[in-house]
């Protein structure tokens, strides 16, 4: 079964495609779902909202072409885990004025594997981790990230500086070597 | 930047990442008994957006008219075709009485009226001097309709209104109706002369010239304008004035 017939079916409420869909996607949108929040359950829990919300919806979801449906996916899991950070009051951010950027030290993440990063973009505070997540993994613009997360520009920015900082801290302190 | 090299090798790490290599358990098909749980059950329907609309509307237009019901004064339902007929003078030469011959017709509005029932200093209870009844022959009385009137709602500034239960109805009665006895004549008396003491609760009711209830100001107005009818009830001699002439008109709760 291709992703496209897959479609299809689940529009015509097919079971066996939303089970195909389902579990084609279903740990990558659980790690989505993961790295913004902590806690496992909530993330199973928010994993299942979206792709509840993915199928009661697919009639509006246009397929145009491959990666259109994780993408799509992707942004509905997204929405989930960002109202539940809302609706827990855990995404209070503070409006701050933006100071700039801090200087980054570039250099490899060769000699951390994945795991070890996604741990430390975990031990973020929520509202850096949130910030980085949608400007670093998702690709969101500043202007973008304001309007979802009702914060201005210059917070995001600033919240994205800081958790930067703490993440170039955590990474040093587990050995990575820094090319200047 | 250095920062977004990077930040790319944490996005490319990151994003193949799977719940193995991260160490995740997760309970794939658990998760998915649940979720088909979840699409096979019927989605709950909201009531439609208008019927609530129409249920607002229908506790809304409720509240109001229950507000209006109660803000609104009392409306006096006496009937319009209820007489009180003043004693004619021409006729009855016991009652004295400055008017010339009327009907009094009690309308809808009583609102202009000064309720002197509440207050305790007033007439009712002033110290009465005595006076000396005169017995005069029974003035037959004729034996048409009985007067009933409604009594008034009180709406002056200074008394309060009386809480919205039906007041009783009050039967204008006059002087000379009372207690089948000799229709008397009062004159106020400069000797204390013994007589029983009858207390009365009153209430003096201004009228202008269409006999139409009207408040103090309006009253003084149209005493001013020789077009009010005036009353004044039991005034002592002590306080009477030279152009005073007793009247016998008055209201009695019985």
Known sequence: MTEE???????KQDRISQKFLYDAYSDGMLMVCVRYVKNLPDAEELMLNGFFSFFRSIDRFVYSGKGSLVAWLKKIMVN????????????????????GDIPVDGGSLNNINAGEILKMVTALPDGYRTVFNLFVIEGYGHKEIAAMLGITEGTSKSQLNKGRAILQQLIKQNGCYYEQ | MNSNTTEEQVKQKIESLTTLQAGIVFGHEDAWDKLQARLDAKPVRKPLAIFRLAAVAALV?????????????????????????????????????????????????????????HSQNSISSAPVKPHHIKPSAPHPISPGPQPIVQVPQPTTDLVPPPAPTPGPVMKVVHINELGKEPAPVYEFADKDIPHPHVMFKMKVVHINNLLKPINQDDYLREIQNNTAVHFPLFRRPSDRQPNDQPRTFFRINL
């Open chain 1, 5 to 11: 017939k897959a479609i299809q079916g689940c529009k």
């Open chain 1, 80 to 99: 989930e885990c960002l109202m539940f950070l809302r609706k827990n009051g855990t995404l209070r951010l503070v409006e701050e004025e933006y100071a």
């Open chain 2, 61 to 117: 237009l409720g509240i109001i008219t229950i507000a209006i019901m109660y803000l609104q004064p009392k409306q006096n339902t006496a009937s319009s075709d209820v007489m009180a007929t003043l004693p004619n003078r021409a006729t009855n030469p016991d009652v004295m009485v400055s008017l010339p011959n009327h009907d009094i017709r009690i309308g809808q509005d009583h609102r202009s009226i000064t309720d002197s029932f």
